[in-house]
């Protein structure tokens, strides 16, 4: 079983920069893959992207492909996205989840194994 904690948000001015981390305790990290989600005031949740369980393979959205990245370190257990060219639309919460089969062709967003609480964002001027 995995416990999942987010960090990192907070509030940053158009075009600027934020790094989320995710760290993990309990068993068996690195034989999950990573999914980050972000979900915008009053809308549904929505899958930002993903990374595999060895850190080699990424996958993004279309809304952040070019402006997020990926990374994670198994030895720490940890998992980060560095969000840059921020704009206010990716104002919200930003959840990671983790699941052992997420990472296929490109991520699949339903039915994590796990999921962290979140942490806050908000790009505003």
């Known amino acids: 079983q995995l416990q999942l904690v987010e960090s990192g948000g907070g509030v940053v001015q158009p075009g600027g920069s934020l790094r989320l981390s995710c760290a993990s305790t309990?068993?068996?990290?690195?034989?999950?893959?990573i999914v980050w989600f972000h979900q915008a005031p009053g809308k549904e949740r929505e899958g930002v992207g993903c990374?595999?369980?060895?850190?080699?393979?990424?996958y993004y959205a279309d809304s952040v492909r070019g402006r997020f990245a990926i990374s994670r370190d198994n030895t720490k257990e940890m998992v980060y996205l560095q969000m840059t060219s921020l704009k206010p639309e990716d104002t919200g919460h930003y959840y990671c989840?983790?699941?052992?089969?997420?990472?296929?062709?490109?991520?699949?967003?339903?039915?994590?194994?796990?999921w962290g609480k979140g942490t806050s964002v908000t790009v505003s001027s």
């Open positions: 990374i595999g369980r060895f850190g080699t393979r990424t």
């Open positions: 309990g068993f068996g990290f690195e034989l999950f893959d």
């Open positions: 989840a983790a699941d052992r089969t997420a990472f296929g062709s490109n991520c699949r967003y339903a039915g994590m194994d796990y």
